[in-house]
Nanobody, 115 residues
């Protein structure tokens, strides 16, 4: 079982910035895909951003141009820099890791954007 340890998040005013990070307990293999999803109250979980070990970066439409995911090649840690935050970005953000061992989720971290 792979553990995902999330950190960061919190409360920020509209227009502000926050960052979150996620470190996987996997120490032998490089995880193919690591990224973030989010779920707001009453809504379905949606893609925020994914970083593959091969260097591909994919973003959800609602965060393109505002959020940046980063990941060092060969490392099982991923970072998400969130800029120009709006109240619509308020959600629980979940780290995700997908590779041959399976698909794993972090426990989630709250991001709240409010005046």
């Amino acid at each position: 079982q792979v553990q995902l340890v999330e950190s960061g998040g919190g409360l920020v005013q509209p227009g502000g910035s926050l960052s979150v990070s996620c470190a996987a307990s996997e120490t032998v293999f490089v995880i193919n895909d690591m990224g973030w999803y989010r779920q707001a109250p009453g809504k379905q979980r949606e893609l925020v951003a994914i970083a593959t070990n091969s260097g591909i970066r994919n973003y959800g439409d609602s965060v393109k141009g505002r959020f940046t995911i980063s990941r060092e090649h060969g490392k099982n840690t991923v970072y998400l820099q969130m800029n120009s935050l709006t109240p619509d970005d308020t959600a629980v953000y979940y780290c995700n890791a997908a590779y041959w061992r399976g698909n794993f989720w972090g426990q989630g971290i709250q991001v709240t954007v409010s005046p």
